[in-house]
């Protein structure tokens, strides 16, 4: 028997068999290139039309549709203008205030220790006030203050809190983080969650809505939440109290649902502030140098 | 011939066409099982096993690798704690501090018109080294100011800003987002870069290395330099100098290549800074209340 009509042969007598890995074959290749399209689209999506990257995430620039009858601004486009003139300084004073102000800002610490003494809630008012003088992504003030001095709830967030670091120490933190954060003698207990006279909770507003039912995006809606967190800070420092910037992994959900935030807000940072506690340490590390933080051109 | 005798007569003398059928009910069959098991592993991720989401991206909590041997804390771990003991105010001194510095931050606005006057260096340096007193995930410190007070780099930078810019006007950012930024009067002229006496490029260090070599992983690096830039904003205002907070869309790349940064270096933040312009206008827009931006429990 030669080739040919050993395959006549095989295709006459068999021809369920080969009928049958025809049809593997083509089940495999069929799978095979759905998954190299899938990739292929990835990457063509990813560098292509240089998409609008806001807050590490991409920006469908033609999301709102092409009715521009319908494009209204979130805040009136006949806004006035009107003179900003604020008090000018000579430059002797900006020169002096400026170095008490970083000696004063030098001195701050994080702290993980609390004194219970209650801080009186004009204090608290204004330190968030002053926070939300911030500047924001086209003014959209996308934040959420929510401070608890309540016991029980300071409680209940302590209980979440301690729950989940508890995992996130033993099972989904890196190693490499863990050891990072030894010099801290940080670990999934949380005492300062229920020593601290309040608790603030930093809320981000992912979007909101305006008077007439459109969604209003937040621009840079995360730069923004931080830079009034870290000017909550600098309030905190310049009144006299302490704090611990704190970021809870994984308890977005949880501590939303205790303190009942609507589901476009997400939780960012949790400060407990306060005074000191009597006995409070602090690592013994030093700041980077103005020349390793500094370039000058 | 009844119902039986058919399917046997159409079993035997149409096998072809029935086993065609079954494999292509397989094919189906596999297909829609493969999108069904996609779809729940999508939603079993995002809720079993809470992966570590750092600065929004997932992390692998088994990267590091299991090799205990080399995990070194990027900062010693016998690292000592020492007291820590700030100068402690009286509660009425605290009240009073409270709410000048509310008053004080309340008058910060953002400035796009700046006079050309010169700022001292020493002025930027306290600045910059005010910014650096930040904290910063696991003190990381993963930041580097960029000051330029050059004319032909400033020069050099407002080109590429406002060639992005034109693009990002034009093509790039939603209808919805241009609109939105119109009470603001902005468009892809950039005059104040090169009017401001000074800009600061805020740089994030996504990672940097050890002197072991070994790569140090920065946590939160976005938070903690939006943070740090807060803080910026906060010292600009106590000294007396205005800015404008923002963040150039797309420039990152050749920004970054300009100013010499590395690769490792991403731009989060450009701040002119002076003084305002003798003819400075805002937009006569008003700030959230203090019931609207904080909730107490």
Known sequence: ??????????????????YTVLIICFIIFTMFHQNRMEAS????????????IVDGKDRDHNDDGDDTDFLVPAISEDTPHIPYRPKKRPMEEVLERCREYFELMATRRTVRSFSTEP??????????????TSPSGAHTEPWTFVVVQDPDIKQAIRGIVEEE??????RRMSRQWVTDLKPFATNYNKPYLTEAPALILVFRQTHSWRED?????????EISVA??????IAAIQYCGLVALTSTPLNCNSR????????????LELLLPVGRPHEN???????RKSLEEIMVRM
């Open 1 to 18: 028997m030669n080739i040919i009509s050993l395959t006549v042969w095989t295709l006459e007598s068999h021809c369920f068999i080969v």
């Open 41 to 52: 689209r990835n990457r063509i999506g990813a560098k292509k039309i240089a998409p609008v």
């Open 119 to 132: 801080i009186p809630q004009e204090v608290l008012d204004n330190i968030i006030k002053t926070a939300g």
């Open 165 to 170: 670091e508890e995992q996130n120490y033993a």
């Open 213 to 221: 039912g459109k969604k209003r995006m937040h621009y840079y809606s």
């Open 227 to 232: 830079i009034a967190a870290g000017i909550l």
């Open 255 to 266: 501590l939303r649902s205790l303190l009942q935030r609507p589901t476009n807000e997400r």
């Open 280 to 286: 409070t340490t602090v690592p013994d590390i030093q």
